[in-house]
């Protein structure tokens, strides 16, 4: 093993006092943010991991920081219900906390410092965490799990966004639908397109093209959904559609409802989430797992605050989302031929 790494040595090649490099470790607001950064650099560069976090059970806040850039996704609902229910058997309750559009943790945490001094640990949902941020969160001995996006700097749980798409354009295949549509949020949200990427690719290889006409863009909510189906409709004459999340598939079902379409026969329809709602209302769909990522965060989480896991394992762990067929969607019809393109390549 290397020399233990000093605080000297983090001055010395920052280029600030010891006090400096001792304030961002313990005080972090008190410095500019420019210094942070230097002295964060420092800290990577050498190797620096601050002491292993095992507190007395006496200086627990006992909550934990749930932390996301928006409060009204119902997906963040459900998991922090997951959560709860998770933690009901223990001392510790959550935070939920408001980044307000904001989905750099680093940035976010750095000008609202406060927080820190409030939360054992943080579950950060949906947002991006940078080494800074990283390195600014083991400054303060907290340790974080990020929730629904991809980091390969600390413990994430996130969905194979790209398998779902390809596991829901598969089923509506196998049901016979072959006019097939897509409606999502934002294009430019990673987990849409995942979802948009893996499902147009199976549609492609059965020989069917998913064209700009096939899709259609609305706001993250069954408002949403309802008004893109609208706009879809002006385009093309689906017989099947994949929402890209739950809520707006709800905005579908409410659309054809109304122009008194019958669902499955004359149009399939199909979520991506399995909100509790799914279930009621009869909607078939992608099951994201919100209790299974839940436990696995928890106890994660807790086990750092006890000690029982003594170090950071930032391990990259993805969930496959799994078909739920309810009634939303025609029963699988083995019989009904692929399209000629797709039967030529057998």
């Given at each position: 093993m290397?020399?233990?790494?000093?605080?000297s040595d983090i001055?010395?090649?920052?280029?600030?006092?010891i006090?400096?490099?001792?304030?961002?470790?313990?005080e972090?607001?008190?410095?500019r943010?420019?210094t942070?950064?230097?002295v964060y650099s420092a800290?990577?560069?050498l190797?620096?991991v601050?002491?292993?976090?095992?507190?007395d059970?006496?200086?627990l806040s006992h909550i934990?920081?749930?932390?996301a850039?928006n409060?009204?996704?119902d997906s963040?609902?459900?998991?922090?219900?997951a959560v709860?229910a998770?933690l009901?058997?223990?001392?510790?309750d959550i935070?939920?906390?408001?980044?307000?559009?904001?989905?750099?943790f680093?940035?976010?945490?750095?000008?609202?410092p406060?927080?820190l001094?409030?939360i054992?640990a943080a579950?950060v949902?949906?947002?991006?965490?940078?080494?800074?941020?990283?390195d600014?969160m083991?400054?303060a001995d907290?340790?974080v799990?990020?929730?629904?996006s991809?980091s390969?700097?600390v413990?994430?749980?996130?969905?194979?966004n790209?398998?779902?798409?390809?596991?829901?354009?598969?089923?509506?295949?196998?049901?016979?639908?072959?006019?097939?549509?897509f409606?999502?949020?934002e294009?430019w949200?990673?987990?849409?397109?995942d979802r948009?990427?893996?499902?147009?690719?199976?549609?492609?290889?059965?020989g069917i093209t998913?064209d700009?006409d096939?899709?259609?863009?609305?706001a993250?909510?069954?408002e949403g959904?309802?008004e893109?189906?609208?706009r879809?409709?002006?385009k093309?004459e689906?017989?099947?559609i994949?929402?890209g999340c739950?809520m707006?598939?709800?905005?579908?079902l409410k659309?054809?409802?109304e122009m008194?379409?019958?669902?499955?026969d004359?149009?399939g329809?199909?979520g991506?989430?399995?909100?509790?709602?799914a279930g009621?209302?009869?909607?078939?769909?992608?099951?994201q797992?919100?209790s299974?990522?839940?436990q696995m965060?928890v106890?994660?989480?807790?086990?750092?605050?006890?000690g029982?896991?003594?170090t950071?394992?930032?391990?990259?762990?993805?969930?496959?989302?799994g078909?739920?067929?309810?009634n939303?969607?025609?029963?699988?019809?083995?019989?009904?031929p692929?399209?000629?393109?797709?039967a030529e390549k057998?």
């Amino acid at each position: 093993m290397g020399e233990k790494v000093r605080i000297s040595d983090i001055a010395e090649r920052a280029g600030v006092s010891i006090a400096t490099v001792s304030r961002v470790l313990n005080e972090p607001e008190r410095v500019r943010a420019a210094t942070r950064d230097d002295v964060y650099s420092a800290m990577r560069a050498l190797r620096y991991v601050p002491p292993t976090v095992h507190r007395d059970p006496d200086t627990l806040s006992h909550i934990i920081g749930v932390f996301a850039p928006n409060l009204f996704l119902d997906s963040l609902t459900e998991l922090v219900r997951a959560v709860e229910a998770e933690l009901t058997e223990t001392s510790f309750d959550i935070l939920l906390v408001n980044m307000r559009g904001n989905r750099d943790f680093a940035q976010f945490i750095q000008t609202n410092p406060h927080l820190l001094k409030k939360i054992d640990a943080a579950i950060v949902f949906s947002a991006d965490i940078s080494a800074s941020a990283v390195d600014y969160m083991k400054s303060a001995d907290i340790p974080v799990v990020l929730l629904q996006s991809r980091s390969q700097l600390v413990r994430s749980v996130s969905n194979n966004n790209f398998l779902g798409g390809q596991d829901a354009a598969t089923h509506l295949l196998d049901c016979g639908y072959r006019r097939i549509a897509f409606v999502g949020w934002e294009p430019w949200d990673d987990h849409v397109a995942d979802r948009l990427a893996g499902f147009r690719s199976t549609l492609t290889r059965s020989g069917i093209t998913l064209d700009d006409d096939h899709i259609a863009y609305g706001a993250l909510s069954a408002e949403g959904g309802y008004e893109a189906t609208a706009r879809l409709l002006k385009k093309m004459e689906p017989d099947a559609i994949f929402y890209g999340c739950d809520m707006m598939a709800v905005g579908g079902l409410k659309q054809f409802r109304e122009m008194g379409v019958a669902v499955p026969d004359e149009i399939g329809i199909m979520g991506f989430d399995d909100l509790s709602i799914a279930g009621a209302i009869g909607l078939t769909t992608m099951r994201q797992f919100f209790s299974n990522k839940a436990q696995m965060i928890v106890e994660y989480l807790i086990g750092r605050l006890s000690g029982e896991i003594r170090t950071d394992q930032p391990e990259e762990l993805q969930i496959s989302p799994g078909l739920v067929v309810r009634n939303t969607t025609r029963p699988v019809d083995n019989q009904k031929p692929l399209p000629p393109r797709a039967a030529e390549k057998r």
